[in-house]
């Protein structure tokens, strides 16, 4: 189950590594935007914004066992190029066995908090029903977000992002059957798209467990096997943490963006700012994938001293990702109405929409960069760098922008759109100074291997 990505073409390598990653993460990304396009159709622009909402919560949720399974996928990229099986066996054991954990306690938090969380963050009164519906459903199913992630960041450390990119694809497939039933038939709104996700993600866990088992995977999956050994937890949280946060911390800005829609616009507003979020994040997959796609090659060939192949990957998917995304920002620039009408027909709704992407949509000529260097400091263990970007792109610079040309200068949610590129490019400017710096060349998880 194992691939080295220490040797060969280095471009192959990415290729082939890149396109299961990328084609997993569209379809993944599909989950929420299959929701918000049948229930923007089918229920409304009060349900398409409770499950924009509700969505959103979920999401820093998520972001957080991300975040930490970015520590294990470095660890066990990094003892599949030092060929260190032992290691590999126990930071397996120590991901698997924590992450479901985690997610029983986050599920019982954010259930016993959900009405103060919606509160806090100005829900509309015309949507704080379904968004409750949509967040209490899919908190349920949280422990399978986290399962399946643990999973696929082991597969993809060992250099395996086809078998991921199988499981979600079937998932996917079986959330929209569920959703036009659950939403289109029986009429259950963002109760029913969040019942669907739910089923589906569950589905994609136990694929990922049942291929592992008969494949002969070096964990057996067995009760006395789920062990925590401590050095490896400890390197997990030492690598994992800083992303950890730094998700966390891009997630929580998202909802205070949300809160300064909220504070400019409707509920149509909050729906618009919900279909242009869904198509973003369809947009920014190809990135997001080059970009753990180079942290995976990374971490491998940093572990077997091989800085010039770990630089090779990075310079060829910034290109790659840099192209695709300078059509995507076309695509936005030329058809906004007509993406956001996809989402729903209400005119006001498509005005917002189409405000919010001619000014967020420059982001995507930015973010190549970002990302693709933070794939490569990422493999090398530098998380807590990472970590220092992500709170000056999300908090310290992206939502007082958005505030400040939203609201303060009353440019609405095209002022709002302006904050994401702002921040972009802020932190490429810190970024490059680390390059520069050549600090990023120490391993920081050089201790592990």
């Not at 029913?192 to 088992?213: E, F, H, N, P």
């Not at 050095?231 to 690598?239: E, P, S």
Request: with cysteine; hydrophobic share 55%.
């Amino acid at each position: 189950m194992k691939t080295d990505l220490t040797q060969g073409s280095v471009l192959k390598k990415l290729t082939l590594f890149a396109l299961p990653f990328l084609a997993s993460n569209i379809v993944q990304s599909l989950y929420n935007v299959a929701d918000m396009l049948i229930v923007g159709n089918f229920s409304g622009a009060a349900s398409m914004s409770g499950v924009n909402i509700g969505g959103q919560i979920v999401f820093i949720l998520t972001n957080i066992v991300i975040g930490l399974c970015v520590g294990g996928t470095v660890l066990i990229g990094q003892y599949v190029g030092a060929k260190n099986d032992d290691k590999l066996h126990k930071v397996t054991s120590t991901l698997l066995t924590m992450l479901p954990i985690a997610g029983l306690g986050f599920t019982v938090i954010a259930l016993i908090f959900r009405m103060p969380i919606l509160a806090l963050i100005k829900t509309p009164p015309e949507s704080l029903a379904e968004s409750e519906r949509y967040l209490s459903v899919t908190l349920t199913g949280l422990v399978f977000i986290f399962g399946y992630n643990a999973l696929a960041a082991i597969l993809r450390g060992m250099g395996n992002s086809k078998s991921p990119f199988y499981f979600v694809m079937i998932a996917c497939g079986t959330n929209i059957a569920l959703d036009l039933l659950f939403v289109a038939v029986f009429g259950w709104g963002a109760f029913g798209a969040a019942l669907a996700t739910v089923i589906s993600q569950g589905l994609s866990m136990v694929l990922c467990i049942v291929y592992m088992v008969k494949n002969n995977f070096h964990f057996d999956f067995k009760l006395s096997s789920f062990k925590i050994y401590k050095d490896q937890l400890a390197m997990i949280f030492k690598i994992g943490l800083p992303s950890c946060l730094s998700n966390s911390i891009v997630s929580i800005s998202f909802l205070f963006v949300t809160v300064v829609v909220n504070m400019v616009g409707s509920v149509n507003g909050s729906a618009a700012v919900g279909a242009a979020g869904k198509f973003n994040s369809f947009a920014f997959m190809p990135v997001m994938a080059i970009s753990a796609s180079i942290s995976a090659m990374s971490a491998q060939n940093i572990g077997a001293n091989r800085l010039d192949r770990a630089v090779k990957a990075c310079r060829i998917g910034t290109v790659f990702s840099f192209i695709i995304m300078a059509v995507f920002f076309g695509i936005v620039q030329l058809f906004p109405s007509q993406i956001i009408r996809m989402f729903g027909s209400d005119p006001e709704m498509i005005s917002y929409g189409v405000a919010y992407f001619r000014s967020f949509s420059f982001d995507f000529l930015v973010v190549p960069f970002v990302f693709c260097i933070n794939g490569l400091l990422i493999g090398g263990g530098h998380t807590f760098f990472t970590l220092i970007n992500s709170m000056l792109s999300s908090v310290l610079l992206r939502v007082p922008i958005c505030w400040f040309f939203g609201v303060y200068l009353d440019w609405g949610l095209f002022g709002i759109g302006m904050g994401a590129p702002v921040a972009s490019a802020g932190v490429l400017l810190v970024i490059t100074g680390y390059l520069l710096s050549g600090k990023w060349k120490i391993n920081k998880a050089q201790n592990a291997v």
